[in-house]
């Protein structure tokens, strides 16, 4: 709704709500789910093909060296959950031992319409049945009469950008979701030298730059913003704490910035957190998936030991 300086009201739009209170705080960070407009979809996708960003490549390579096995562990089961759809090919590998229906949970409409649409289309008789849902909401996933045994699908190391109460909650929600004979299977980056963590988030075509500055230019846009993206520099760090590396994006200089008829000021060298991606050990995941009610009773690793993709069970 526009006001009448035609600014963007705080109270009503979500995007607007979550940036005034990010830059308020005294520390400022902006909720990483922002990053995903249409270009910083397309700019992830390209971040996926950067020979630095290894982690779709080696959770590909375990889901296509590991298929049997992990239609083994899915045992031909009905239904999957995707939490977070447009995981493509990865789920297509999935998919070939299950029975239907297929149910997609995301947030962005067009990304579930376009996952739904492709696999429909490779998948002609299996029914597809969508939700559109932020996935840490509360819900409940329709029974649909088919009787079966569930799995969860969670790809991607999505599971690395929540943080620990965000993710057990997940975990407890997928228990609801999936029942007490329900399985998942979740893929997580694994901690290794920084370096290589570090350079995955920082590649040297600077897609992943523009991924970042990407949020600015949509405060800019669809907020009347004017952050001055020059004066702006994206950074990735290691935080050794919490196990993750962090994005942000580094004033140049002190500056100013007004949007939604409010100042902010940044002094030189501070700067925004946009993201986290929590990296883990078979131990610490473990840990992790208990907490939340799960039991790992499979491991998957590349070859190369970078990327973990785990079975779960109650
Ligand atoms: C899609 C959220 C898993 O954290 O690695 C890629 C997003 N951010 N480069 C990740 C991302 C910077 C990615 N996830």
Same mark, same amino acid.
């Given at each position: 709704?526009?006001?009448?300086?035609?600014?963007?009201?705080?109270?009503?739009?979500?995007?607007?709500?979550?940036?005034?209170?990010?830059?308020?705080a005294?520390?400022?960070t902006?909720?990483?789910?922002?990053?995903?407009?249409?270009?910083?979809s397309?700019?992830?996708?390209?971040?996926?093909r950067?020979d630095?960003?290894?982690?779709t490549?080696?959770?590909?390579?375990?889901?296509?060296?590991?298929?049997?096995?992990?239609?083994?562990f899915?045992e031909?089961r009905?239904?999957?959950i995707?939490?977070?759809a447009?995981?493509?090919v990865?789920?297509?590998?999935?998919?070939?031992?299950?029975?239907?229906?297929?149910?997609?949970?995301?947030?962005?409409?067009?990304?579930?319409?376009?996952?739904?649409?492709?696999?429909?289309?490779r998948?002609p008789?299996?029914?597809?049945?969508?939700?559109?849902?932020?996935?840490?909401d509360?819900?409940?996933?329709p029974?649909?009469?088919?009787?079966?045994?569930?799995?969860?699908f969670?790809?991607?190391?999505?599971?690395g950008?929540?943080?620990?109460?965000?993710?057990?909650?997940?975990?407890?929600?997928?228990?609801?979701?999936?029942?007490?004979?329900?399985?998942a299977?979740?893929?997580?980056?694994?901690?290794?030298?920084?370096?290589?963590?570090l350079?995955?988030?920082?590649?040297?075509?600077?897609?992943?730059?523009?991924?970042?500055?990407?949020?600015? +230019?949509? &405060?800019? /846009?669809?907020?009347?913003?004017?952050?001055r993206l @020059?004066? #702006? =520099?994206?950074a !990735? *760090?290691?935080?050794?704490?919490?196990?993750?590396?962090?994005?942000?994006?580094?004033s140049?200089?002190?500056?100013?910035?007004?949007?939604?008829?409010?100042t902010f000021?940044?002094r030189?060298? +501070?700067? &925004?957190? /946009?993201e986290?991606?929590?990296?883990?050990t078979? @131990?610490? #995941? =473990?840990r992790? !998936? *208990?907490s939340?009610?799960w039991?790992?009773a499979?491991a998957?690793q590349?070859?190369?030991?970078?990327?973990?993709?785990?079975?779960l069970?109650?």
């Amino acid at each position: 709704m526009l006001h009448a300086n035609n600014s963007i009201d705080p109270v009503e739009n979500a995007f607007a709500r979550d940036v005034v209170a990010g830059l308020s705080a005294d520390v400022k960070t902006l909720p990483s789910r922002w990053l995903y407009d249409e270009r910083g979809s397309a700019l992830f996708e390209e971040i996926t093909r950067q020979d630095e960003y290894y982690l779709t490549r080696a959770e590909t390579s375990i889901l296509r060296e590991r298929q049997s096995d992990i239609a083994d562990f899915v045992e031909s089961r009905a239904i999957l959950i995707e939490y977070g759809a447009g995981a493509g090919v990865k789920t297509e590998l999935v998919l070939a031992g299950l029975r239907d229906p297929y149910v997609p949970i995301d947030i962005a409409d067009a990304f579930l319409a376009e996952t739904s649409k492709r696999i429909a289309s490779r998948f002609p008789s299996l029914w597809v049945r969508p939700i559109e849902r932020n996935f840490l909401d509360v819900f409940e996933v329709p029974f649909d009469g088919s009787g079966g045994c569930r799995t969860g699908f969670f790809p991607g190391s999505t599971m690395g950008n929540l943080n620990t109460i965000e993710a057990k909650t997940l975990l407890a929600q997928m228990g609801r979701h999936l029942g007490d004979d329900g399985r998942a299977i979740i893929g997580v980056d694994l901690q290794k030298n920084v370096d290589t963590l570090l350079r995955a988030y920082d590649d040297s075509a600077g897609v992943t730059a523009a991924f970042n500055l990407n949020l600015l +230019e949509r &405060i800019n /846009t669809e907020l009347g913003g004017d952050f001055r993206l @020059e004066q #702006f =520099e994206h950074a !990735a *760090r290691w935080n050794e704490i919490e196990k993750a590396v962090e994005m942000h994006l580094v004033s140049l200089c002190d500056q100013r910035v007004t949007l939604c008829g409010r100042t902010f000021n940044f002094r030189t060298s +501070e700067t &925004i957190h /946009t993201e986290s991606s929590r990296k883990y050990t078979a @131990e610490s #995941f =473990e840990r992790l !998936a *208990r907490s939340g009610g799960w039991r790992v009773a499979e491991a998957w690793q590349d070859a190369d030991g970078l990327f973990g993709l785990f079975g779960l069970t109650r």
